[in-house]
């Protein structure tokens, strides 16, 4: 049996003569209890707004995008693309043309991107499932479709046949422009949708067909800016990153989905690390009482303590008693902590319980990553403080 461990389950569920102690107990129970509640209930939060900001980007942007390392465009060659549709683990792929560009409207110019694409992309990405009024370009047309916010900077509307919505792209080549109307090559294009996503991506793009744009920027037919690749299931993305870069010879540079979104991922990363050592250090005061408990324990116990050393129970292993307990304090304080945080979490996805705005819940995720982290946390915190609790235990109080 172990003689430590035996004692110190017996310390836990009894009950001392002295009332304050166990008040103090209940406080310092109540402290873990709570801390791992708020840490758990946060972090959830935290991971639902999380997947609720990258719900924006995830919908669509592609799994991958090979671009070119130098330049801005890449050939791409008929034996290319069938060696890219025989890689294992790609769904689908498309090709786009991808350049800033001006656009003009009743009077009114806007700098933005024109972004050409073939008639895959809708398998690639889902822009076509966030058309807010009208509908998807037809390939081989000048039909296009523009973002909520540049529809609301032209004041455009769909179809409007007065007003021609003009884009105008700079010729390539050298030397000094003469004549200023070949400096760019313009044609008419014609709004058949418009698509809103978010605030920065609803002023972003004109998407068009990719013949059209490709004649615009006088590219070659298997002329373009990047490939997006949409993958299956369960895929490994390395092994086809590593295929896709021998079919280019590596002269082409492969972004995933994070690595395209870098700075929405560090940000939020950055603000969940930060709210963990916040609350972890609210954790850790709570624990002070947990080492308040204990120190008022071992002076509850001290004659039954002298009495054990008397007997022969070294001082390590009374030491262990109270390093014991204090620990079993917090693995039990943060297992009723998180059974509560995970009731508070999942009455939030079912009810709605606390709003952000009228028709938006605060979006919660219960995930067991954040209850290893909180879990993990409870125990390592309380392991120490009831070390430093224990350490009171020596020769010379018990004299």
Do not use: C
Not at 187 to 201: K, R
Request: proline share 3%; net charge positive; charged share 20%.
């Amino acid at each position: 049996m172990n003689f430590p461990l035996y004692i110190a389950k017996r310390y836990i569920f009894s009950k001392s003569k002295n009332n304050a102690i166990n008040i103090i107990n209940r406080i310092a129970s109540m402290g873990v209890i709570v801390g791992a509640m708020a840490l758990f209930v946060v972090l959830s939060v935290f991971s639902g707004l999380k997947e609720f900001s990258l719900s924006f980007t995830n919908d669509i942007d592609p799994d991958l995008k090979v671009s070119a390392t130098l330049g801005k465009s890449f050939f791409v060659v008929p034996k290319q693309e069938k060696e890219i549709e025989g890689i294992e683990g790609i769904a689908s792929y498309s090709k786009v043309v991808e350049e800033r560009v001006l656009f003009t409207f009743a009077g009114k110019q806007e700098v933005t991107y024109l972004k050409g694409v073939d008639s895959t992309y809708t398998a690639v990405s889902h822009f076509d499932k966030k058309i807010y009024n009208g509908e998807w370009l037809k390939p081989n047309t000048f039909q296009v479709v523009v973002g909520y916010g540049i529809a609301q900077k032209f004041s455009m509307g769909l179809l409007d046949y007065k007003n021609a919505f003009e884009v105008f792209v700079p010729r390539p080549g050298k030397g000094t422009i003469e004549n200023p109307e070949q400096a760019f090559n313009s044609t008419d294009v014609f709004p058949v949708g418009i698509y809103a996503i978010s605030e920065d991506l609803d002023s972003k793009y004109v998407f068009a067909d990719l013949g059209l744009a490709q004649e615009l920027l006088e590219y070659k037919d298997n002329q373009v800016s990047a490939i997006e690749i949409k993958l299956k299931n369960g895929a490994d993305e390395s092994a086809i990153i590593s295929k896709l870069k021998t079919i280019f010879k590596n002269k082409i540079t492969i972004k995933n989905k994070e690595q395209l979104n870098e700075a929405l991922y560090k940000m939020l990363n950055t603000e969940n690390i930060a709210v963990y050592l916040i609350f972890t250090l609210v954790i850790v005061v709570a624990l002070f009482n947990l080492i308040g408990a204990l120190i008022m324990m071992i002076l509850d116990k001290k004659g039954n303590l002298k009495t054990l050393f008397n007997l022969g129970t070294g001082i390590k292993d009374l030491r262990k008693i109270f390093l014991l307990q204090g620990t079993l304090l917090s693995v039990f304080g943060g297992i009723i902590g998180l059974l509560l945080g995970a009731a508070f979490v999942f009455l939030q996805q079912q009810y709605e319980l606390i709003m952000i705005t009228p028709t938006l819940a605060y979006p919660v995720v219960f995930t067991m990553e954040n209850v290893l982290i909180v879990l993990a946390t409870i125990v390592t915190l309380g392991f120490i403080s009831s070390l430093i609790a224990s350490s009171r235990v020596s020769k010379k109080l018990l004299d």
